[in-house]
């Protein structure tokens, strides 16, 4: 009964800032992340950190602008986004797995998505 519930999403206007959060219950996981899509195109990963080190790891295309991070003690992983551009527009998605999975695009567990549009 792994769940993993995304919530934060919204609109915003370019250069603005929003926070993500992924609640996970059931399990703790190696690793958790995110990812995103658009329609028409492949889901591409964003950002992921190491449970028990909180090592990152950053798409270039965000690097410098995303902030990824875990709060233990409520099995909860962030994303705050700062400076968004209109690119940044997508659906997102919160992912659990080992750490090797998830940096490869195939984790096991995924959330239903959360919505995050930028205006320019």
């Known amino acids: 009964q792994v769940q993993l519930v995304e919530s934060g999403g919204g609109l915003v206007q370019a250069g603005g800032s929003l926070r993500l959060s992924c609640a996970a219950s059931?399990?703790?996981?190696?690793?958790m992340g995110w990812f995103r899509q658009t329609p028409g195109k492949e889901r591409e990963f964003v950002a992921a950190i190491s449970w028990s080190t909180t090592s990152t790891y950053y798409a270039d295309s965000v690097r410098g602008r995303f902030t990824i991070s875990r709060d233990g003690a409520k099995n909860t992983v962030y994303l705050q986004m700062n400076s968004l551009k209109p690119e940044d527009t997508a659906v997102y998605y919160c992912a659990a797995d080992g750490y090797t999975r998830l940096r490869a695009g195939v984790p096991d567990y995924w959330g239903q998505g959360t919505q995050v549009t930028v205006s320019s």
């Open positions: 059931g399990r703790t996981f190696g690793a």
